[in-house]
Every structure is written in C-alpha cells, then in structure tokens.
C-alpha cells in the first residue's frame, strides 16, 4: 500500500500542474507569485492533502498496530518521517530508500542496546546530527552565495575602474 503511494506521489508531483506549482512555491515562492501561480490556495491544497495523507497514515497505523491507543508509548514517528524527508531530499521516490535506512538505523540501535551497553537513544542522536547537517549546508549555501555575489560585485567595480583609467 506505501508503495502505492509513493508512484502516485511521484506522478502527482512530476506529472501535474498543481504538483509542479507546489514545487515551484516550495523552490521560490516569489517567483512563482510573479509568474501569475496562487501562492496562498496552492499552499493550503498542499496541506489539506498532506493533513489527509498523514491522517490516513496514522489511522491505518493506530487500527492495525495497538489496540488501545495510549498517550504515554508515542514512537515519535513525526521526527522519522521529517528526517526521511530530508534524506530524500523531498522527493517521494526517494523516500522508501529513506525509510528503509532509517528502520534499519532505529533496529540496528534497538539491538546494539538489548546486546551491549550502548543506549538506545543513539538513533535520536543520529537524527539530530542528520538535522544539524542539513541545517548546516543550507546555511553555508546561502553564506556561499551572498559570498559569490559579493566577491563578483567587487570584480565588475575594479574591471569599470581599470577601463575608465584607461579611456583616460
């Protein structure tokens, strides 16, 4: 049933207008606000049908796995799935490839825990450093640009000096 999901994510994303205007709000929602794309109602459509596919996730997880839900045992599935996102690189057909490294992650600690001494709170580390580094290459591209921009402007006033110099 996930993969199911997973091919029609795919092609909603990559064959349709609406998922190519999520896309392009997702990449610069500026631009696409002045390409004529309506930022605001393309965003909510994007999360009522996340809502609807999270909810649909959860309610199949919940009917099938427990059968009595209990506030005081949550897996903390919400981190998970935002990590395998962020290794996908939010591209649905990457995420089973995902899922499947973080579940092996998460039982690899399971077992290093139950075997030797090593906590089993180790996968929540290594969440965390997946977050980190994320969060670092997105801030360093950003600090890489601004850089780029920066050195290229300097380069354009020293070659406009040199050239009126010279036409002097």
Do not use: H
Not at 2 to 27: E, K
Not at 116 to 121: D, I, R, Y
Not at 130 to 137: D, K, N, P, S
Request: positive net charge.
């Amino acid at each position: 049933m996930a993969l199911v999901f997973v091919v029609l994510t795919t092609l909603f994303m990559y064959r349709t207008r609406w998922g190519y205007a999520i896309r392009m709000i997702g990449i610069n929602q500026d631009f696409a606000m002045y390409s004529g794309m309506k930022v605001g109602g393309i965003v909510i459509l994007s999360q009522v049908l996340g809502g609807i596919l999270a909810g649909m996730g959860g309610g199949i997880e919940m009917l099938g796995r427990y059968t009595a839900f209990s506030w005081s045992a949550l897996p903390g599935y919400g981190w998970t799935g935002i990590t395998v996102a962020i290794l996908a690189g939010n591209n649905p057909a990457f995420v089973p490839f995902a899922a499947f490294f973080m579940a092996y992650l998460d039982k690899g600690c399971n077992l290093m825990s139950t075997y030797s001494g090593v906590p089993a709170q180790l996968i929540d580390i290594i969440q965390a450093l997946i977050f980190l580094f994320f969060a670092a290459e997105q801030f360093l591209s950003r600090y890489r640009q601004k850089l780029v921009v920066r050195n290229t402007q300097a380069e354009l006033k020293s070659k406009a000096a040199q050239t009126e110099g010279s036409v002097k």
